[in-house]
């Protein structure tokens, strides 16, 4: 099992998708620390040194559970697309192992893709609040859980990634439907229907982060994560009840 | 010997489509079996239900008397090549066999090592996308050399391949099998691996419509005719009609003869002792009655 997990991790590795994704997810970051810094204080966002305005920088890293969700699709689409499952499968013939060993190497890429997140926001904004006299600590109630939380959305996102390339199969649907379900669809539910919003992964990767625009709606951090947990799962075991019954041609 | 591959009474339907139709047939340790039909005669499904990619609707088909998916250390056992197209374009050659390696639990040095047996080492670091068709056929080949098997199947790998390719492959492939090894390998064109194979199992439509030796089939070729030229053909067509044989007469100095083997003839010119300057059997060749088997089998669909 540890090699199978070794080998999805090397296919990550030995393709240009993964380092791509890195990249999109080190410039998304940076955009949200300035953004987030050069904001402060104006037009209801809440003034530099304030605890919410620190949890609003340094949870920048916040896109990189968007892009472990999108390389957890690629994981499953990019090989029913270019017909490398039938090596996979011959390798393997058990193929929940090889389900199996996906979630766990997305589970362990998503957490890399957050802790680049964590890093470069910190060596971004940290410097930069201290050169503008605004003293934050890395270990304060507020900067620590946010952190930790943007590494666990995005490991939890990667593995509803497996699920979802699993389940819709079609690499440029899995995409679409994903990013139009998160930016389209969650955005309006959260805003319309926040009873129903939070519960959904998008909303509860809010909470997680508590992000600072409605928090008053979301759930509690530990709650949306066992909501996240339990969306990778379900999407995971729905994706591989069908995976593993497939025909492969 | 025993029987290394069994296929029983496959069948596999596709929602409406019947692409496998009560298939029955064996393949022998330390042979090399030629399996040919026309595309769309079901041969690569029958292969995917062989290696467990494919369930079927009923009849096993299995390999060392058991399925595929029970074996321990598949890899090891039976390599297949099924496809050209099983790459990911911006993966790397080396890497798309060290992630099979690794998965596999085999050595990565295989990957390098494999690599070369194919010839394709000069193309190790490059990326899959830029390779021809000939060039992912070695590569597919190579990930089905990695583990050392005895077995290899290998679904129309002549494809893509230019006459130099197809020439090396059919010296690779009698090399494996004088080594022991056991090859099923599919084709739809029976001259491509008739130098190659030993055993023939034709399908058409699903159905097996031939299994038998490749001796066994060249036997039936004699249908044919022949043609002889001769300085006297009038003399020489009568002799041979006053002795049975149906011969005309054809342009100014040929004589054809139809219903015997050039054998028999040969005997009976000699015995008549007119001169003959050139003999060829004409018509019915392997490739003929390849063709004959498949129609056949064809025209129930």
Redesign the interface.
């Known amino acids: 099992m540890i090699s199978l997990i070794r080998a999805e991790l090397l296919k990550l590795r030995t393709t240009r998708v993964f380092l791509g994704l890195c990249g999109a997810t080190v410039l998304f970051t940076v955009l949200g620390v300035v953004a987030g810094v050069l904001s402060a204080g104006s037009s209801g966002s809440p003034k530099l040194g304030t605890a919410a305005s620190a949890r609003n920088i340094f949870g920048s890293g916040g896109p990189a559970a968007l892009f472990a969700l999108v390389l957890g699709i690629l994981s499953v689409t990019g090989e029913l697309r270019h017909g490398t499952i039938t090596q996979t499968f011959l390798v393997t013939p058990r193929r929940t192992l090889v389900v199996a060993a996906k979630l766990v190497a997305m589970l362990i890429a998503g957490t890399a893709l957050g802790v680049l997140a964590g890093v470069v926001t910190t060596a971004v904004a940290w410097p930069w609040l201290a050169a503008k006299d605004v003293s934050v600590s890395l270990v304060s109630s507020d900067v620590g859980p946010v952190l930790a939380a943007v590494v666990v959305g995005a490991a939890l996102f990667g593995v509803i990634g497996v699920g979802v390339g699993a389940l819709i199969r079609n690499q440029i649907a899995a995409v679409v439907v994903a990013l139009v379900w998160e930016f389209v669809l969650e955005a309006i539910l959260i805003g319309v229907v926040p009873d129903v919003g939070r519960w959904l992964p998008g909303g509860a990767a809010r909470g997680l982060t508590r992000e600072t625009l409605s928090s008053g709606n979301l759930l509690p951090a530990w709650g949306a994560g066992l909501v996240l947990l339990a969306y990778g799962l379900a999407f995971a075991a729905a994706g591989s009840h069908l995976l593993v019954r497939r025909d492969v041609t | 010997m025993t029987s290394v591959i069994a296929v029983r009474g496959l069948v596999k339907r596709?929602g409406s489509v019947v692409a496998v139709d009560d298939l029955n047939f064996e393949v022998e340790g330390g042979t090399v079996t030629g399996f040919l039909g026309p595309n769309g005669a079901g041969k690569?499904?029958t292969l995917?239900a062989l290696?467990?990619?494919?369930?079927p609707t009923s009849g096993t088909a299995t390999v060392f008397g058991q399925p595929?998916?029970g074996?321990r250390d598949?890899?090891r056992r039976i390599g297949?090549a099924?496809?050209a197209?099983?790459?990911?374009?911006?993966?790397?050659a080396i890497?798309?066999l060290?992630?099979?390696a690794?998965?596999?639990?085999i050595p990565e040095a295989r990957a390098a090592a494999a690599l070369t047996e194919v010839g394709m080492e000069p193309a190790a670091q490059r990326r899959v996308g830029g390779f021809s068709l000939g060039m992912r056929q070695r590569l597919a080949l190579a990930?089905a050399l990695l583990g050392r098997p005895e077995v290899l199947v290998l679904d129309e790998p002549a494809n893509g391949l230019d006459p130099e390719g197809i020439h090396w492959m059919r010296g690779f492939l009698r090399a494996f099998a004088d080594q022991g090894g056991t090859v099923l390998i599919s084709s739809h064109v029976l001259s491509e691996v008739a130098q190659t194979v030993d055993h023939v199992v034709i399908v058409a439509g699903g159905r097996l419509v031939a299994s038998s030796t490749l001796a066994q089939l060249t036997d039936r070729t004699s249908g044919g005719a022949v043609r002889m030229r001769s300085e006297q053909p009038a003399p020489l067509h009568d002799a041979l009609v006053a002795r049975g044989m149906s011969a005309t007469l054809v342009d100014t100095d040929s004589v054809v003869v139809t219903g015997a083997g050039a054998r028999e003839v040969g005997r009976m010119v000699a015995q008549i002792g007119v001169p003959v300057f050139e003999m060829t059997t004409e018509g019915s060749n392997l490739e003929d009655i390849f063709l004959e088997l498949t129609a056949a089998g064809r025209g129930t669909r």
């Open positions: 596709f690569t499904t995917r290696l467990g990619l494919v369930m595929y998916a074996l598949p890899s297949a099924l496809e197209s099983g790459f990911h374009p911006g993966r790397r890497d798309h060290r992630v099979a690794l998965a596999a639990g990930g």
